[in-house]
């Protein structure tokens, strides 16, 4: 659906985006994360043809933003961080505005503005002004205004910023609902939110992406190994570690020190592709040992981005 081959964008000396290649496949939903100043932004206005490039190419479907940048935008609904609203004007007379600029008429238009104010959850709203609304309801508004044309891609920025966990929550779902049958990029600081909305996660920093997976790709543990600790009672830190050196799986076992007395704590590494947990059980389960922890390091998205993207 979508290709990014060595895509660049400097301010005067400064290069905001660094030669970014990506592909996102059509009925994904993609979520771009970084830290402020990131070019997840700039990256976005790229992709709807915003702006221009300094190099590298965007091919949507069979156009390249040089040769058919209309016809890209034509595919391309975009809902920037600050929904560009008219406040003054009533819900629905705003998108039968927005229907009309579209080349919509009679049922037809009536028709999809009906669609998008059931899809957004805009029915109670029609009849307000847009100066009125809280931030939540005006997200939904511009969603709607993205939503208009019907494109095949959808791109967001930012679209929970700034909202309560309620209206994050109804934003998320809408996601979800539209994401059945369109492509979306999104990008957020809310980590949370990418791993409960996204089939994928691209971070960025510095311009440049460091990481690009399904979240369960993404934190799995580190040089492919995880780490099992476990804590045991009745036997000697040294008589743990070379009967768990034996467990078929273990790359290394060491002791670790205790607070608890007459506690024995103990790391065990192993690779991240084979759950040991039954096979260290077993192990203690023959001796006479008391187990009292078995536990297994774990590592979410948040930890992932911190990792990365800190200095």
Request: some cysteine.
């Amino acid at each position: 659906m979508i290709h990014v081959e060595g895509l660049t964008k400097y301010y005067d000396d400064f290069c905001a985006v660094d030669h970014i290649d990506l592909d996102i496949k059509g009925g994904e939903i993609v979520g771009l994360l970084g830290p402020n100043g990131a070019g997840k932004t700039t990256t976005l206005r790229m992709l709807t043809g915003y702006f221009q490039p300094s190099a590298g190419d965007i091919q949507v479907k069979t156009h390249s933003i040089y040769e058919n940048a209309l016809a890209i935008k034509r595919l391309i609904g975009y809902l920037p961080e600050s929904a560009p609203l008219y406040k003054s004007m009533i819900v629905y007379d705003y998108l039968d505005h927005v229907a009309r600029i579209r080349g919509m008429s009679g049922e037809v238009k009536q028709r999809r503005i009906v669609e998008l104010a059931d899809m957004c959850a805009l029915r109670g709203i029609m009849h307000k002004t847009i100066d009125t609304l809280s931030k939540g309801l005006k997200q939904r508004v511009g969603l709607a205004h993205a939503m208009m044309s019907d494109p095949e891609i959808l791109i967001l920025d930012e679209p929970t910023s700034g909202l309560d966990p309620n209206q994050i929550v109804e934003i998320r779902e809408i996601i979800k609902k539209i994401g059945r049958e369109k492509t979306v990029i999104l990008s957020t600081h809310i980590l949370s939110e990418a791993e409960a909305t996204c089939d994928r996660i691209v971070i960025i920093n510095k311009g440049r992406i460091i990481a690009d997976g399904s979240t369960q790709q993404l934190t799995a543990s580190k040089d492919g190994e995880c780490q099992i600790q476990l804590g045991l009672m009745g036997v000697a830190a040294e008589e743990v570690v070379a009967r768990l050196q034996t467990v078929p799986g273990v790359s290394r076992a060491m002791a670790l020190g205790s607070d608890t007395p007459g506690i024995v704590r103990c790391s065990v590494v192993s690779r991240a592709d084979r759950d040991i947990r039954p096979d260290l059980y077993a192990a203690v389960k023959a001796t006479d040992w008391v187990l009292v922890e078995l536990s297994q390091e774990t590592r979410n998205l948040e930890t992932i981005f911190r990792e990365l993207t800190r200095e």
